[in-house]
C-alpha cells in the first residue's frame, strides 16, 4: 500500500473515531505528498471552516472542486461557506452545480429549498422539498444528519397542500354542486390529487387484469336492474343470517386463512381469526349446497341476480363479520372483470368503508357495488358486529364477448397450473 493510501485509511478512522486534530494532520500529509488530492483537499477545506476560516476554507474546496469537478459534496460544501460569507448568489449557483453533477443528491435537494425559503420563495421551496421527500429513502432509514431538515420538507409539503386544497375547493364548489354526486365525487378527488392530499388508486389484479378499464371506485346502484328486488329481501335474508348464527357458529370460518410459512404481510393480525369470519354460500365458483339449503331466501335472491362466473375463481358469495374495533387493511382483490356487492345486514354505528378515494357508510338495505381491484379497507370502530351479505357480478363495461375471453383465460391459467 503506497504512503498516501496508508495516510488516506488513517485519516478516515480517526474521522470514524471522532479525532479531528488527527485526521486533519494525516490529511495534510496528504496534501503535500499529492496537492491534488481531491479527498484531501476536501477534508482540510471542512477542517478550515469548522476553525471559521472561510478564505482557507474556500481556497481549500475550490481547489478540490478543480481536481474532481463532478463531485456533489464538494460544491455542496462551497454552497456553505460562500452562505456564510454573505454570497446568496454563489451559495444558490453552486448547489445547482451539485444538483447538475447529481440531480437525485438529497442533501442538495434539501440545501436548494431551504435557500428559497429563506429568500421568500415558498412555493419553490416546496417543490424542492417535495422532490426532496420523494428521492428520500422510507423514513425508518432517513439520515439521522438530514432528519429535521426532511420532517420540516414535509411540513411544508403539507401545509401548500392543504393552503391549494381550499383554494381549489373555493374555487371550484359552485361548479360542483351541478354535478351528480358520483361526478362531483370523482372531481373532489382530481382536486385532492391536484393539491397531494391524494394518490392515483389504479386497478391492481392479484388473479387477473382486464386492461383498459377505468378504475371507478363505487357504481350506481341505478345501472344494476336486479338491485330493487335484491333490497327488498333484506329482512328475509337478515332473519336466515340470524339463524344461522344462532345455530351454526362453528360454520363461520377466518376470512384470512395463509398457510404456514406464506408470507402474511398486512393480514398477521387477522390470519386464522374470527374477528372477521365468513359464512360462505358459494365459494371459489362453488355452491355450499348445505349452507344454501339453510338460506333459501338467500339462494333466491342470489339466483335471480345472475352472479360473476369465472371458474375457480367466482362466484362467490357469503356473509361477512366483522367484530367490534377490527379493522380490515388495505388491500386489492383478485380481478377487475367483476365487481362486489355489498347488502349491509347487521350495521352499528362507528362503521367505515373506503374504494380508493371515497369513503361510504353501510347503510342497511341500501347495497354497495364497488371495484375491489381499486384499495379499499373496512373499519368496524363499534362495540357490536357489523355484517354484510357479499357477492361478485360481472363488471357492466365488459362485452359478452369480453366476458367469454376472461372465461377463456381463467380456463387456461388454471390448466397450464395442473399440469406438473
Not at 376470512?255 to 365468513?278: C, D, F, M
Request: negative net charge; charged residues 20%; contains cysteine.
Amino acid at each position: 500500500m503506497s504512503d498516501i493510501q496508508t495516510l488516506v485509511a488513517a485519516a478516515t478512522t480517526a474521522v470514524n473515531q471522532g479525532r479531528w486534530e488527527q485526521a486533519e494532520t494525516f490529511w495534510a500529509q496528504v496534501f503535500a505528498l499529492d496537492p491534488r488530492h481531491p479527498q484531501a483537499l476536501y477534508s482540510l477545506g471542512v477542517h478550515a471552516f469548522k476553525r471559521g476560516e472561510l478564505g482557507k476554507s474556500l481556497q481549500f474546496l475550490q481547489a478540490a472542486h478543480a481536481s474532481a469537478p463532478g463531485d456533489p459534496s464538494v460544491l455542496l460544501a462551497l454552497s456553505v461557506v460562500l452562505r456564510e460569507q454573505g454570497d446568496s448568489a454563489g451559495e444558490l449557483r453552486a448547489i445547482e452545480a451539485s444538483l447538475a453533477a447529481d440531480p437525485y443528491f438529497l442533501p442538495a435537494l434539501l440545501a436548494k429549498a431551504a435557500h428559497l425559503e429563506l429568500h421568500g420563495q415558498p412555493k419553490a421551496a416546496t417543490a424542492t422539498y417535495r422532490n426532496a421527500l420523494k428521492v428520500a429513502p422510507p423514513e425508518s432509514h432517513w439520515p439521522p444528519a438530514l432528519r429535521d431538515q426532511l420532517l420540516h420538507g414535509r411540513a411544508c409539503v403539507e401545509r401548500l397542500g392543504n393552503a391549494l386544497a381550499g383554494f381549489l375547493a373555493d374555487r371550484t364548489d359552485a361548479g360542483l354542486s351541478a354535478l351528480t354526486p358520483s361526478e362531483a365525487e370523482r372531481w373532489r378527488e382530481a382536486s385532492a390529487i391536484m393539491s397531494g392530499q391524494a394518490q392515483p388508486y389504479p386497478a391492481v389484479c392479484s388473479t387477473l387484469q382486464v386492461p383498459r378499464l377505468p378504475a371507478i371506485p363505487f357504481h350506481e346502484r341505478s345501472a344494476f336492474p336486479w338491485v330493487a328486488a335484491l333490497e327488498a329481501c333484506t329482512d328475509a335474508i337478515t332473519a336466515e343470517l340470524r339463524a344461522v348464527m344462532d345455530e351454526a357458529q362453528g360454520d363461520f370460518q377466518p376470512y384470512i386463512a395463509y398457510q404456514p410459512g406464506t408470507p402474511v404481510n398486512q393480514w398477521l393480525e387477522l390470519n386464522h381469526s374470527k374477528r372477521w369470519s365468513s359464512y360462505f354460500l358459494w365459494q371459489n365458483g362453488q355452491p355450499v349446497k348445505e349452507h344454501l339449503e339453510r338460506c333459501p331466501e338467500t339462494a333466491k335472491a342470489l339466483a335471480a341476480v345472475g352472479m360473476a362466473s369465472i371458474g375457480g375463481l367466482c362466484p362467490n358469495a357469503m356473509f361477512s363479520v366483522l367484530a367490534p374495533h377490527t379493522h380490515i387493511p388495505p388491500h386489492h382483490g383478485e380481478t377487475n372483470a367483476r365487481l362486489v356487492v355489498h347488502l349491509p345486514l347487521i350495521v352499528p354505528d362507528k362503521c367505515r368503508y373506503r374504494v380508493g378515494f371515497e369513503h361510504r357508510k353501510w347503510t342497511i338495505g341500501e347495497t354497495l357495488i364497488f371495484d375491489d381491484s381499486i384499495e379499499h379497507e373496512a373499519r368496524n370502530d363499534s362495540d357490536e358486529l357489523r355484517v354484510v351479505l357479499i357477492f361478485d357480478v360481472w363488471n357492466p363495461l365488459l362485452s359478452p364477448g369480453d366476458r367469454d375471453m376472461v372465461q377463456r383465460l381463467s380456463a387456461a391459467m388454471r390448466e397450464f397450473q395442473s399440469v406438473a
